[in-house]
């Protein structure tokens, strides 16, 4: 069994990712992740068998860096091209009826001055 990955960033590509310098960088990129994992479950589907959606976190030699990545068998026709199609098919703004209750929105105000 040879299992590959793809990177699929942190949000969807046309929204903006919490930033490293950020206070609680960690915490907020973990919560879009989460989010961003929710939404391509509900636009391209549940995983099937052999493939798997999870959160990355960059190894300690780094910058810290937390992005979704999708996990499948290179040798499941099904789970490389559910891969496949989170790659090509996710989203590229927050949708907002995919569990926008569940999901407080992740903006913080900035104090002006």
């Not at 703004?93 to 903006?107: N, Y």
């Amino acid at each position: 069994m040879a299992f590959d990955l793809i990177a699929l960033g942190t949000v969807p590509s046309g929204e903006v990712p919490a930033s490293a310098g950020e206070i609680d960088y960690a915490g907020r990129a973990f919560l879009q992740c989460r989010r961003f994992i929710d939404l391509l479950r509900h636009t391209v589907g549940s995983e099937p068998e052999g493939a798997k959606l999870r959160v990355r976190r960059s190894g300690p030699d780094f910058s810290p860096y937390i992005e979704v990545v999708v996990e499948f068998d290179d040798a499941n026709d099904a789970a490389r091209a559910y891969a496949n199609s989170c790659d090509r098919e996710a989203p590229t703004r927050w949708d907002r009826t995919a569990g926008a209750a569940s999901h407080p929105s992740l903006v913080i105000a900035r104090k002006a001055g």
